[in-house]
């Protein structure tokens, strides 16, 4: 369990890093979008045949990473949209 929340957290930072502009998320919207992204890239990985759903592979980490740019995305529409800004 621990491992999956590190990882989740590796995953929303790099995320974060790779997606351009500022984001205006707290340490725990990136955690949370970051674990979110893992499962996501584990069912990936898991649907090609590559792994399992809680494992981790080279796959399952850039399908991973893909996804919590994503999330990053729309929570950052979804937070604008709203007028909220921290």
């Known amino acids: 369990m621990i491992g999956f929340i590190v990882a989740g957290l590796i995953i929303g930072a790099l995320a974060r890093l790779i997606k351009p502009g500022k984001q205006h998320l707290s340490l725990f919207a990136t955690l949370l979008l970051g674990l979110a992204g893992?499962?996501?890239?584990?069912?990936?990985?898991?649907?090609l045949g590559t792994g399992g759903i809680f494992e981790l592979n080279f796959l399952g980490f850039i399908a991973?990473?893909?996804a919590a740019?994503?999330?990053i995305g729309v929570a950052e529409g979804l937070s604008?949209?709203?007028g909220i800004h921290r």
């Open 80 to 82: 604008s949209r709203r």
């Open 64 to 66: 991973a990473v893909i």
């Open 38 to 47: 893992s499962v996501i890239g584990g069912v990936v990985a898991s649907l």
């Open 69 to 71: 740019v994503l999330l």
